[in-house]
């Protein structure tokens, strides 16, 4: 679209497009990954008592990865449309438009297992912990706690680590794409 110097409402209908839509998605995706897995979380973990914090993760971090989940797909779904060539050469890898993709799709993995698996497992342990904390009146890190609240433990640490890791995998993933994005953008269009 060429440069308006007056704005009408043609003008403005023509700002709505598929690579606009393309680049807001991103940017919306982008910052929600970022703000939620690296500063709010922490912000909530450094004020809250940690049950309310593990409340609140347990609430605020399936938003995020359905966020995630649901943008990556419309994005990997928009990327393959506008770059056919990424179904013919989707067995190499290392072709630019299919590096993309294969990110796009990663990021969906990453934030599709978090919500479908890993949190549902990690809440319920998580849970679990708070109750048998209630119940025995002693926090799990209180010396001389029950095998089972020291089993459970493990078990949310090791949920905990897999979130983590799969949340980092999500958060290169999208990282990679937007560096793209800012160096190439979306190039060619099969729209245009």
Not at 99 to 123: C, D, E, H, K, M
Not at 178 to 185: I, Q, R
């Amino acid at each position: 679209m060429p440069h308006a110097e007056y704005l009408s409402f043609s003008t403005i209908r023509g700002l709505c497009t598929l690579d606009a839509l393309y680049k807001l998605t991103f940017a919306f995706v982008f910052g929600a990954t970022l703000w939620v897995t690296f500063i709010a979380g922490f912000i909530a973990l450094a004020t809250l008592p940690r049950r309310q914090f593990g409340s609140l993760q347990a609430r605020t971090t399936p938003v995020l990865f359905k966020i995630c989940t649901v943008s990556s797909v419309s994005l990997l779904a928009i990327w393959v449309w506008k770059h056919p060539e990424v179904l013919e050469r989707a067995s190499e890898p290392t072709h630019s438009e299919v590096a993309q993709a294969y990110a796009l799709a990663a990021s969906a993995v990453f934030s599709g297992f978090n919500l479908t698996y890993v949190l549902p497992n990690s809440r319920r342990v998580m849970f679990a912990r708070h109750k048998l904390e209630r119940e025995e009146r002693k926090s799990y890190t209180d010396p001389g706690v029950s095998p089972r609240m020291k089993d459970l433990s493990k078990q949310f640490a090791m949920w905990h680590t897999i979130n983590s890791l799969a949340s980092i995998g999500l958060v290169v993933c999208i990282l990679f794409h937007g560096l793209w994005l800012s160096n190439f953008g979306l190039g060619p269009s099969a729209s245009n």
